[in-house]
């Protein structure tokens, strides 16, 4: 019997994402976990699998498998904003402002730039008022100019 490795497993589940069939990457992935649950590059598994339940507008398990990735890499920058816009979508607004401030606090932002320029934007425009303070602190320690 031939043995397959995380790794071609892995290949296998993004091809058949990438063909669009997204209940079978959804169950192709699930079977890594299943199989390799203490791999190192696991959250990563768990990341994709978050993306691909986005994609099927599943914005709920897309969010519980973002959450578990960081949970398994808190430094997973991609992984924390996926988490975000997941909190977002489900107008979970605190927990994806908790999940903002979580990353950043520890972390310098990448991806996370674009999101800090849009709430800033959004604070000019009369948005987002209630979390106005965290948003230009972070803004702040991510070297944003903030008035």
């Keep these: ?22 209940q079978k990457a959804i169950s192709s992935f699930e079977e890594i976990i299943k199989t390799y649950p203490n791999h190192p590059k696991i959250s990563g598994v768990f ?3 978050a993306g691909v ?39 979970e607004y605190d927990k994806a402002i908790e999940e903002l401030g979580r990353y950043l606090d520890k972390y ?7 999101t800090l320029e849009e709430l800033l934007t959004d ?11 965290i948003i230009k602190e972070l803004a702040q320690k991510n070297g944003f100019k903030v008035k």
């Design 53 to 91: 339940y986005n994609d099927k507008g599943a914005t709920h398990n897309a969010m519980l498998n973002f959450k578990k990735a960081t949970e398994l890499n808190p430094k997973s920058e991609l992984a924390s904003l996926g988490l975000y816009l997941s909190y977002v979508k489900l107008e």
């Design 47 to 49: 990341t994709l699998l």
């Design 108 to 114: 310098p932002a990448e991806r996370y730039k674009i």
């Design 123 to 133: 604070l000019e425009q009369g948005y987002a008022i209630n979390y106005k303070g």
């Design 1 to 22: 019997m031939k043995t397959t490795s995380i790794e071609e497993l892995f290949r296998e589940a993004i091809s058949i994402r990438n063909q669009g069939d997204l």
